[in-house]
């Protein structure tokens, strides 16, 4: 069973940036399309971008251009590279795969808090 850890959240100002990590143990995720979301206060869950096993990446509209998603398969690590971040980034950050078979367990995700 895949678990998830995301790791490299924390508090920065307007501008800043951020490299986030997400791991997986238990499992391998080489082969499947992973992504990350990202959960504001009071929202629901939105994904922020994907990678694919190709390198290929997409990002929603309001983080393109600042965000930068990559992975290591051999490491089954995630990453965010987070750039020119504003408080409408905060959130806890979220890794999963994007699948037909549906989602890994969630883990506990990492918090970003964008704040002067």
């Known amino acids: 069973q895949v678990q998830l850890v995301e790791s490299g959240g924390g508090s920065v100002q307007p501008g800043g940036s951020l490299r986030l990590s997400c791991t997986a143990s238990?499992?391998?995720?080489?082969?499947?399309?992973m992504a990350w979301y990202r959960q504001a206060p009071g929202k629901q869950r939105e994904l922020v971008g994907s990678?694919?096993?190709?390198?290929?990446?997409d990002a929603v509209a309001s983080v393109k251009g600042r965000f930068t998603i990559s992975r290591d398969d051999a490491k089954n690590t995630l990453y965010l590279q987070m750039n020119r971040l504003t408080p409408e980034d905060t959130a806890v950050y979220y890794c999963?795969?994007?699948?037909?078979?549906?989602?890994?367990?969630w883990g506990k995700g990492t918090l970003v808090t964008v704040s002067s």
């Open positions: 999963n795969r994007i699948s037909a078979q549906g989602f890994f367990n």
């Open positions: 238990g499992g391998i995720f080489n082969g499947y399309v």
């Open positions: 990678v694919n096993s190709y390198g290929r990446q």
